[in-house]
Structures are given as C-alpha cells and as structure tokens.
T-cell receptor
Framework: DQQVKQNSPSLSVQEGRISILNCDYT??????FLWYKKYPAEGPTFLIS?????DKNEDGRFTVFLNKSAKHLSLHIVPSQPGDSAVYFC????????????FGAGTILRVKS | DAGVIQSPRHEVTEMGQEVTLRCKPI?????LFWYRQTMMRGLELLIY????????DSGMPEDRFSAKMPNASFSTLKIQPSEPRDSAVYFC??????????????FGPGTRLTVT
C-alpha cells in the first residue's frame, strides 16, 4: 500500500532545460511534503519542502508545486545542471502521525551536458 | 558541525551471522530513525525513537531485527541471524521535533550490508 508514489523511475533532461519530477499521494492527512536528493554512496539530503497551506515554494532553481485537490506535487528544476543528476525522493508527513516521513520510491534524474 | 554518523560504511557477512549497525545522531536531536533502502521496496522506515524510547517499530520486518538506543548519542540496529534477503543499505536519520512550520530529517551516509 504505497501512500506516496513516484511513477517515473527515471528522467533524462538536457542541460539548461527544465526538469519536472512528479509525486502523487493518497492520504489526505498528509500536510507537509519534502523533496530529498540522493547521490550514490551518500545519504539523502533535504532539498525543499512545502506546507499544505501553500501551493508553491521556491528556492533558487528549485520550485515545488502542490495541488491538494489532485493530491499531486511536482519539483521543477530550472535550469537543469549536470550536478543535479541524482535520485530524487518525495516524502510526506502528517502531524497526526508524529515525526514519521513516508517516502516515494524515487526518480533517477540524468542531466545530459 | 558533524552530521549523523554511521558505522561501518560497508559490512559483508555470511548468512547466520550477527550484524550490528551503529548510529550517532546529531547532537540535540531527540528523534532517531532507522531506514532500509532496497530496489524492490525503496526507502522504508524500520523503527524510530523519541528521547531514546522506541515509538513505532511496526516497520521492523521480523524478530531477527532489534534496535536499541541506550542514550541520546548512540543507537544500534542488530540482525541476528542475518539472511541474504537482508542485503540492503541501512540509513540512520535524526531530527528535532516537528513544529508544523518546518520539518526535515537529517540522514547519515548509510551502511551497505551484504549477506552471502
């Protein structure tokens, strides 16, 4: 029973173009969402987050969009750089569930130079 | 400022042996999490502690797995006896309490376990 789904296992993008990574969730209790980035042989590192009271959060080249009615969020990277090549995990949290995070399976992003 | 520290980074053991993974959380964080990452199941939560007390161990796969947190700066995840299907990368993470305004967990580099 996957509550957080990343349906695209991989994505390939040309350097300088936009990367769009998608995430869907099923549990309407989720009220906080995060994106983590993971390089090989390293642990996931926090990238950007969004609260359910917002529909957009921007940090430099990274923007996360939240569509609560569709239970969908996306991460936009503009412009994409080769150093962005990594695995991106979507995660969700619900205040009622305490400090637990539920992770998606991840999407491998490859940025070609 | 040291992040989450895990040891060993790599562990290769034979089926049936006991394996102990170690974690030192970030100082001041009162939540500690153990995750397992596999190709089939992605990143799954095994157990988490708050103030050294286990809060939710529903993700622990079976009785062969156990975790302890004897003090605020140290936790172990033990597998006894180990089996080939336990081969995975095990991550430890820590966090301060979620306030509702902002929340993130900080991950260690992971321990890659191979059971032959």
């Amino acid at each position: 029973d996957q509550q957080v789904k990343q349906n695209s296992p991989s994505l390939s993008v040309q350097e300088g173009r936009i990367s769009i990574l998608n995430c869907d969730y099923t549990n309407s209790m989720f009220d906080y969402f995060l994106w983590y980035k993971k390089y090989p042989a390293e642990g996931p590192t926090f990238l950007i987050s969004i609260s359910s009271i917002k529909d957009k959060n921007e940090d430099g080249r990274f923007t996360v969009f939240l569509n609560k009615s569709a239970k969908h969020l996306s991460l936009h990277i503009v412009p994409s750089q080769p150093g962005d090549s990594a695995v991106y995990f979507c995660a969700a949290s619900a205040l009622e569930y305490g400090n637990k995070l539920v992770f998606g399976a991840g999407t491998i992003l490859r940025v070609k130079s | 400022d040291a992040g989450v520290i895990q040891s060993p980074r790599h562990e290769v053991t034979e089926m049936g042996q006991e394996v102990t993974l170690r974690c030192k959380p970030i100082s001041g964080h009162d939540y500690l999490f153990w995750y397992r990452q596999t190709m089939m199941r992605g990143l799954e939560l095994l157990i988490y502690f708050n103030n050294n007390v286990p809060i939710d161990d529903s993700g622990m796969p079976e009785d062969r797995f156990s975790a302890k947190m004897p003090n605020a700066s140290f936790s172990t995840l033990k597998i006894q006896p180990s089996e080939p299907r336990d081969s995975a990368v095990y991550f430890c993470a820590s966090s301060p309490p979620r306030t509702g305004l902002h929340y993130e967990q900080y991950f260690g580099p992971g321990t890659r376990l191979t059971v032959t």
